[in-house]
């Protein structure tokens, strides 16, 4: 049974910094890519960015390049997100998910089977 358990969320001005993380059980860690999601009240839930199970392959969506960077380490069965520069619309709940099949990024939602319960980023202005 595969677990996925975000940290890491919470509330910070416009400007600031939060490093989420996820931690992953159940499967060989290594052969699924990892992506992160949020979804902001009223919205549709929004692919934030994926990394491949090797971790050299990431993408990004284009409102959060240059400012947020994914990464994993395989060791520990772990996905972070960095995010800097944060904006008020990055507030959301922030979920971690894991591919259904593959080890390639994909930005795909339909694509994860495996998702954690989410946690929150609120970003005040």
């Known amino acids: 049974q595969v677990q996925l358990v975000e940290s890491g969320g919470g509330l910070v001005q416009a400007g600031g910094s939060l490093r989420l993380s996820c931690a992953a059980s159940?499967?060989?860690?290594?052969?699924?890519?990892m992506g992160w999601f949020r979804q902001a009240p009223g919205k549709e839930r929004e692919f934030v960015a994926t990394?491949?199970?090797?971790?050299?392959?990431?993408n990004y969506a284009d409102s959060v390049k240059g400012r947020f960077t994914i990464s994993r380490d395989n060791a520990k069965n772990t996905v972070h997100l960095q995010m800097i520069s944060l904006k008020p619309e990055d507030t959301a709940v922030y979920y971690c998910?894991?591919?259904?099949?593959?080890?390639?990024?994909?930005?795909?939602?339909?694509?994860?089977?495996?998702w954690g319960q989410g946690t929150q980023v609120t970003v005040s202005s």
């Open positions: 998910a894991q591919h259904a099949r593959y080890s390639g990024p994909s930005p795909d939602t339909a694509s994860y089977a495996y």
């Open positions: 990394i491949s199970g090797s971790g050299g392959s990431t």
């Open positions: 159940g499967r060989t860690f290594g052969r699924y890519a």
